[in-house]
């Protein structure tokens, strides 16, 4: 058995091959018969203006710098727990979420038209018929499709809606959370940073203190005119005789120079206190405070920049939860669709053409074989035998 020879056979079958062609009409009048299915959808981007977390910045703020390390743990922790979440992932989240397909399900009695009553299969039967995707840049498109075109563009439209109101509400709950946070953590920061001031001040009323740097520099320069006029009754000494008689006077003077020296600038008791009638401090003394001043200061700094940061982010977080203002920007609103996207008359008609060409090929040749009527090997021609008496 030849190609030739199947082509030949097949050649004498022809008006069997008007077989394809009378199912092609067949299947396109179903095409035309069949009620035709529209699609419409609703293109939208999310407004994200004004809706950034500040969580996400405070948290951002915390992991940069040591203001962790100073508001505690529970501020730190309240703080750097927040997750970001991107607006239109959330969007879309609700968008597809079970909620929003339910409600639109009973609203347009979409069950009578799935004759369905199970929610699962209503789901099923509705996922086929919604489409929602994003594409690259940020733009949300939903659509459905559905015999009445009417219909399909109220759904997208009460999809949209609906998850607009979610959107807003879980956003309004969000921001109040975070309010509620904020005030807490700024009532704490204020607390810091009355503590610290309290500190700062009984430290500087129990030590006598007005000015510490200041004092310092002064206590500085002193010691140093100290230190020159010593070294200048040191050489009037060395040049003086023994027996000068302003000799004694120079040791005395000097000796008072020292023990003043001595007690600015030598080491200090443990209980010492600066005294409240002079504005000179022991040096080794204040240069212990002074380290201890710069790091209260800078604390307290630190706790004041948080507390005008948080301040700030209370009044936006106030202003933003006063918002009621949809979060969606329409691009292209839903509308009612001209054309159908299904059935194609001609895929039909082509799709029919081509299975029935198959078979009526298969049949023709099939038919051939088993009648002899194409030239078949020996070999093959038993095994046509064989099939046609299993067959009886």
Same mark, same amino acid.
């Given at each position: 058995?030849?190609?030739?020879?199947?082509?030949?056979?097949?050649?004498?079958?022809?008006?069997?091959?008007?077989?394809?062609?009378?199912?092609?009409?067949?299947?396109?009048?179903?095409?035309?018969?069949?009620?035709?299915?529209?699609?419409?959808?609703?293109?939208?981007?999310?407004?994200?203006?004004?809706?950034?977390?500040?969580?996400?910045?405070?948290?951002?703020?915390?992991?940069?710098?040591?203001?962790?390390?100073?508001?505690?743990?529970?501020?730190?922790?309240?703080?750097?727990?927040?997750?970001?979440?991107?607006?239109?992932?959330?969007? /879309? &989240?609700? =968008?597809?979420?079970? #909620?929003?397909? !339910?409600?639109?399900?009973?609203?347009?009695?979409?069950?009578? $038209?799935? *004759?369905?009553?199970?929610?699962?299969?209503?789901?099923?039967?509705?996922?086929?018929?919604?489409?929602?995707?994003?594409?690259?840049?940020?733009?949300?498109?939903?659509?459905?499709?559905?015999?009445?075109?009417?219909?399909?563009?109220?759904?997208?439209?009460?999809?949209?809606?609906?998850?607009?109101?979610?959107?807003?509400?879980?956003?309004?709950?969000?921001?109040?959370?975070? /309010? &509620?946070? =904020?005030?807490?953590? #700024?009532?704490? !920061?204020?607390?810091?940073?009355?503590?610290?001031?309290?500190? $700062?001040? *009984?430290?500087?009323?129990?030590?006598?203190?007005?000015?510490?740097?200041?004092?310092?520099?002064?206590?500085?320069?002193?010691?140093?005119?100290?230190?020159?006029?010593?070294?200048?009754?040191?050489?009037?000494?060395?040049?003086?005789?023994?027996?000068?008689?302003?000799?004694?006077?120079?040791?005395?003077?000097?000796?008072?120079?020292?023990?003043?020296?001595?007690?600015?600038?030598?080491?200090?008791?443990?209980?010492?206190?600066?005294?409240?009638?002079?504005?000179?401090?022991?040096?080794?003394?204040?240069?212990? *405070?002074?380290?201890?001043?710069?790091?209260?200061?800078?604390?307290?700094?630190?706790?004041?920049?948080?507390?005008?940061?948080?301040?700030?982010?209370?009044?936006?977080?106030?202003?933003?939860?006063?918002?009621?203002?949809?979060?969606?920007?329409?691009?292209?609103?839903?509308?009612?669709?001209?054309?159908?996207?299904?059935?194609?008359?001609?895929?039909?008609?082509?799709?029919?053409?081509?299975?029935?060409?198959?078979?009526?090929?298969?049949?023709?040749?099939?038919?051939?074989?088993?009648?002899?009527?194409?030239?078949?090997?020996?070999?093959?021609?038993?095994?046509?035998?064989?099939?046609?008496?299993?067959?009886?």
């Amino acid at each position: 058995m030849s190609y030739f020879d199947v082509f030949c056979y097949c050649l004498k079958k022809k008006w069997f091959f008007a077989i394809p062609v009378i199912v092609a009409l067949i299947c396109f009048g179903i095409a035309w018969i069949v009620p035709p299915v529209f699609k419409t959808d609703v293109r939208l981007q999310i407004d994200t203006s004004g809706n950034e977390n500040s969580m996400g910045t405070i948290s951002s703020m915390f992991k940069s710098s040591s203001l962790s390390k100073l508001g505690g743990s529970s501020l730190s922790s309240v703080f750097t727990s927040q997750t970001v979440v991107k607006p239109s992932d959330l969007y /879309l &989240e609700i =968008l597809s979420g079970r #909620e929003v397909a !339910l409600s639109t399900i009973h609203n347009f009695h979409l069950d009578t $038209l799935y *004759k369905k009553t199970a929610d699962e299969l209503l789901l099923k039967k509705f996922a086929k018929d919604v489409s929602i995707e994003e594409d690259e840049s940020g733009i949300i498109s939903c659509g459905f499709e559905a015999k009445d075109k009417v219909m399909a563009r109220d759904i997208v439209r009460y999809m949209v809606d609906m998850s607009n109101e979610r959107y807003l509400k879980l956003q309004k709950e969000r921001l109040d959370y975070s /309010l &509620e946070y =904020l005030q807490k953590q #700024e009532k704490e !920061l204020q607390d810091s940073v009355r503590a610290v001031s309290e500190e $700062l001040l *009984k430290f500087y009323r129990d030590n006598h203190i007005i000015d510490l740097e200041s004092q310092m520099e002064i206590t500085i320069k002193t010691l140093s005119g100290y230190e020159t006029q010593i070294n200048n009754f040191k050489m009037s000494e060395r040049m003086q005789g023994k027996d000068n008689a302003d000799l004694h006077d120079m040791r005395m003077k000097r000796q008072i120079l020292e023990q003043k020296f001595k007690e600015l600038r030598g080491r200090y008791n443990e209980d010492y206190i600066p005294s409240d009638k002079t504005l000179y401090l022991n040096s080794d003394w204040a240069a212990d *405070k002074y380290l201890y001043e710069q790091r209260r200061q800078t604390d307290l700094k630190r706790f004041m920049t948080l507390l005008e940061f948080v301040s700030t982010e209370i009044m936006s977080t106030e202003s933003q939860s006063l918002k009621e203002q949809p979060v969606i920007q329409i691009i292209q609103d839903a509308y009612l669709p001209d054309w159908k996207v299904r059935p194609k008359r001609a895929t039909w008609a082509v799709a029919g053409f081509g299975i029935s060409f198959v078979f009526t090929f298969m049949f023709i040749v099939l038919k051939g074989i088993f009648s002899l009527s194409i030239p078949c090997t020996e070999d093959v021609r038993g095994k046509v035998e064989r099939i046609k008496s299993a067959l009886r």
